[in-house]
């Protein structure tokens, strides 16, 4: 088992939705293209040659945030039946068919869009497209791979809810954003998985998995010509019907402050998150936004990780992060310490926070961050599967080349004043959402004090928040 | 994930170059490698690759919690640790501040094995790079209030991946009974009464015993020339002195001679089975036999033993294995996640049935090409960043004896054929061989009462 989880834990859809800077000028994404197919379809196609690889990501433009209230899951589950049945295969011939390639075909949901994504060899380029558009095309949700699915996933967020760690995100999204769309768990919960049927599963396929709603990127080793072609044979005669879009109201920040305690009873460290909602993407400040969020909680340098683990010891690891989304998404500042020093540790972070609001950046911190940013942004645009995450993304969201190809520029030009603006304007300060996982018997009295809202719950009563009872 | 430990546990680590059906994709992904000894021991491997202005550099040390003693469990890791908090030039906090302020990150892990640091910079931060680690091998510090800090750190680390996580805990039980001898039986974080209790001399002697030069090996890739980077190796690296490197483990771990079980009874949601076979060490010949075995068993949902506990028997939510790269033979650990309420030993029943199938006969021609097409694309993965060409060199190199074999491993896995695969599979996983760790939820036994 890997034991690494500091960096790569939250900061995955911060890296995909802020593209970040360049480390030398001459770096650009490489060039590609985009075609509308007549049935509304979008396709990008980008070439990048060596490794004989093709990444296919159809992103559908609807993710859990539309999970109707009562049945959080509704996208997910959607979308990991796909490869479970279709007018071709049984889920076994789906799987035996996809493992012998050596390939994958793989699908997810989170709260803006679901995707179905497929990596081949080009040498298996037909089958690979077969096995991908088969799975997005033509799926026909058996009812007994549906209950089979249902019941793993509801054992999956128990196994979930047996790690502090791996849950909080989710009780804190669930606490902060109380019943509002980006609050909806995406992978589900005990209840809310029982009172999903199949009827509603198709009916969300045929709602949102239509050519309108539809981007696909194909990035790797082809010639774009040819593959436009192929994909025109595949998608072209796809039929389109209307979408009806997910309205995603705007939340404002939460007022005053609230604390939600889970009680594990078995816990030795508390695992905490504290912020509010925050950024939507393509917020104008998300440059100078990712900068100061780097001095004060997105490298190991710091200023959260600084204090809570290099100098104090009470850690591993301290972070903070923005998950910008279609409307605001959450900001979070996340850390863990051993029940003793639960308090100590939040009040450590509270007063980092404070500091940033009180004295700004340093000039120091701030070139620092922009060489970091630089220096660490080839790698992110190293394989065609990155870049093909990258411009389907930047698509979805309405940005385009300019998020890398002009960052540098962009770092450049946010001076210490206007990061200090941004401080003010995006980095909350007495208004604050707290979510600890933790032995109750032992911090709960003293963690009091962090809010005149205190609500409780047990991880192992069914669902995150709020209780389904109350739903 | 900052200097931690990582138990490398996963296949794709195991680094397997895989035979090709097509050579021409297989022929585009070699790559050329140069090397130089220096004076002082210490191997220097580059590959360069011009495609971004990055480098990524490991340095690899022979020397892991397999060279620890009861007492100081834990011991390399925490140097690992330390590794980062100062030494001459370079003081506490500073290598991190200067790393990053010159656009480079950094991160380092431990295993029962090695330790290893990786860096990861632009172009324009070499010289400096070299100046950090120059510094650090030869000038660390050992500042006692850094250590107390960090002990702290270790300590609140060892929580998280093993008190509080299921199969952290239950995987460091496995160890600790398969092994009764060799010290593969204790954790690489260490156990916490240890980590309560190091020394700075502790820590002075790990340091003097498994820091030489000449223990370690170096891999560089990316945008530079291996002229470069010899030249500043023979600056910076090649003046340090050589000294003994760690005494060798000699501990044989005894044959296993009966099935070995033990219990977790703690409150959770779900229970939890492992399962260990001794296996020999990444440079056996089995050692390619056995992964296409693993891989029929427990890669994709096509897989036998998917397809049993998941798909039919539907009494599992997921089922994988793994084993480590090794100096020493190791464990081969399978994993499942039985339902709720699931007695674990249910899985154990399938996982064996399914173990006995595959030794009574041969696998199928299909399942073997679709293990080969498998390790095949895990090669692509490997090799397809400059980051991953680091690591998969340096572990080709320090656990095969030779980075080369990596351009062998094609031809070492186009080699396996069914019968290798049974013989491995009766060699290596029967009754005796093996030791089952369970976690059982206490709720659940309070239930039954």
Redo the contacts between chains.
Sequence with gaps: MSMSKKYNFFLIAIILIFPAALSAQSIHIPPHEKVAFKNGLTVLLLEKHGVPVVNFIAMVKTGSAADPPGQEGLASITAQLLRKGTQKRTAQQFAADADFTGGSIETDASADFSTVSGEFLNKDLARGLDLFSDALMRPIFPQAEADKLLAQSLDGVRAAKDEARSVLGTYYNAYLFNGHGYGRTADGDEISLTKIHRDAIVKFYEAYYVPGNIILSVAGDFQAADMKKKLEEVFGQWSSKPVTPVKIPVLPPVKGRKLLLIDKPDATQTYFAIGNVATAAGDPDRVAIRLVNTVFGGSFTSLLNESLRVESGLTYGAMSAFDPRKTPGPFGIYSYTKNESTVQAIDMALQVLQKLHKQGITAEELASAKSYIKGQFSPSIETSKQLGQIIVINEFYGLDDREINDLEARLDAVTPAIAQQVIQKHFPTDNLVFTLIGKSSEISAAVQKFADKQDARVISEPGFWPAPAQK | ??K???????LAIVCVACLNS?GA?AN??EFPVAERTLKNGMKVLVQSDH????VALYIFYRIGSRNERPGTTGLSHFFEHMMFNGAKKYGP?EL??VM???????NA?TSQNVTVYQD???R??MPLIFDIEADRIQNLSFDPQKI??????????R???V??????LL?EQLWATAFIAHPYQWPV?GWMSDIEHWTIADLKHHFEMGYSPSNATMVVVGDVTPDEIFQLCEKTIEPIPSHAPPPPVTTVEPPQLGERRLVVH?????PLLLIGYHVPQTNHPDFYATNILRTILF?????RM??RL??KD?IA?DVSS?VEPSFDPTLAII?A?P??AVDPQKCEKAIYEELERVKLSTITD?EL??AK??????F?HQV????GRANTIGTYEVFSGDYKKLFDAAKNYAAVTKEDVQRVAKAYFGANNRTAASLLPE?DEKAKQ
């Excluded at chain 2, 990053?100 to 950094?106: L, P």
Aim: glycine share 8%; hydrophobic share 30%.
């Design positions: 994930m900052k931690n430990q990582l138990r490398m546990a996963t097509v994709a585009a992904q495609s971004i202005p990055n906090g991190d501040k990053e302020a010159n656009g480079g990150s950094n892990y990861w910079f632009p324009s931060a107390e800090s960090e002990r702290g750190v270790v300590a609140s680390e929580r998280s991946s008190d509080n996580d299921n199969g952290g995987e974080v703690k409150p959770a949601e779900l890669q994709g949902e096509s897989s998917y397809q998941v798909d539907q939510l793994s994993v996640q339902k709720q299909q090409e679709k097409n498998i390790r095949l694309m895990e692509y397809r960043t400059i980051n709720n």
